[in-house]
């Protein structure tokens, strides 16, 4: 199984079904099996006046998987990840949530899917608590007064999930927690929510040894239980130690995907500098319209 279908010349639909953002009412349906595309992306163009940011973008991200998403500066990483979390919708093709094209048009729109973002600078509050960072904006009242033992509760579940043990109390400000506690509850408040897809950008990139293996173990965690996690980074070590199927963008397009078995460091490396690949094995190399694609 790949990760696009880049080769296979799939076409947004002209149906004009979709249902919109209003109420998606996707996170209602069963979750999809593990490797089961839970978005795919078809055709995905955007540009920024004269800048094509994205084109011809065809990739599936599969429940219970970690993705990649590999590019150089300016590939468009970012771009894409905006287009699928509402921030900056496409221009062109087609985004399918759970077998149903859907418009996302804005941040409310992806967490009604049950699409979780977690950006770079993790937008948590350095002056409030684990707890009260978690439930930010939604607290859990009872008589009209905060029910701080149940959003306890919540909060601690919500680590305890993870697998989360470095954190000594939830009462800790989280300024004061270390680059990859910080992560974690940023994680963990993404997916307190029912999010089917995580997308998390960069999320080792400021981080030690041990706080990046644990970051790691919290991403494969979160694919054990079914949820498709699409990763960006620039380190390689940490792509090839967490991801089941890599992405690589260069210049706004897919120039290659697929299991990550069939990358290795020198054909990614390759494909992130010049589009291309000289390795026989390297991934969809059989198909013309993935890594070929690129430099056209
Ligand atoms: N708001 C914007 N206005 C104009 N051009 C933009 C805008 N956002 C992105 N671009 C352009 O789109 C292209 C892709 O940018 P993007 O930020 O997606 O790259 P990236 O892969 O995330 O890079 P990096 O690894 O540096 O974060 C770049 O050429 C960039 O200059
Ligand atoms: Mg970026």
């Known amino acids: 199984m790949t990760t696009t279908d880049a080769s296979s010349g799939a076409r947004p639909e002209t149906s004009g079904r979709a249902p919109g953002g209003d109420a998606p009412g996707a996170t209602s349906r069963p979750a999809p099996r593990d490797g089961e595309p839970v978005l795919r992306l ?12 994205l084109s011809g973008i065809d990739l599936d991200i599969p429940a219970g998987k970690v993705t990649a998403l590999v590019g150089d500066n300016g590939a468009g990483k970012s771009t894409l990840i905006k287009a699928i979390s509402g921030i900056a919708p496409p221009d062109e093709g087609q985004i399918v949530w759970q ?10 729109d992806a967490t009604a899917l049950g699409i979780a973002t977690v950006y770079q600078d993790l937008a948590l509050c350095d002056n409030l608590d684990i707890v009260q960072n978690m439930y930010l904006g939604h607290e859990l009242l009872q008589h009209r007064l905060l029910d701080e033992s149940a959003m306890e509760l919540g909060a601690k579940q919500a680590l305890a999930e993870l697998s989360v043990v470095t954190v000594r109390s939830i009462r800790q400000v989280v300024g004061s927690l270390s680059g990859g ?34 970051v790691l173990g919290l991403i494969q965690r979160l694919a054990e239980r079914g949820v498709a996690v699409l990763v960006i980074s ?57 890594v070929g694609g690129a430099a056209s």
């Open 181 to 214: 506690q910080r992560q974690a509850v940023a994680v963990a408040k993404a997916v307190m929510g029912n999010a089917r897809l995580v997308i998390l950008d960069e999320p080792t990139a400021a981080l030690g040894v041990s706080q990046t293996a644990m």
């Open 42 to 53: 078809r055709s995905i163009g955007k540009s920024f006046g004269s800048v094509r940011a």
């Open 99 to 108: 077998g149903e094209p859907v418009h996302v048009r804005t941040p409310k």
């Open 234 to 290: 620039h380190n390689l070590t940490d792509v090839f130690a967490v991801a089941d199927y890599v992405a690589v963008l260069y210049l706004g397009r897919i120039a290659g995907s697929g299991p990550v078995g069939a990358f290795d460091t020198h054909s990614t490396v390759e494909l992130i500098t010049t589009g291309r690949t000289s390795r026989a094995t390297s991934p969809d190399a059989s198909d013309a319209g993935a």
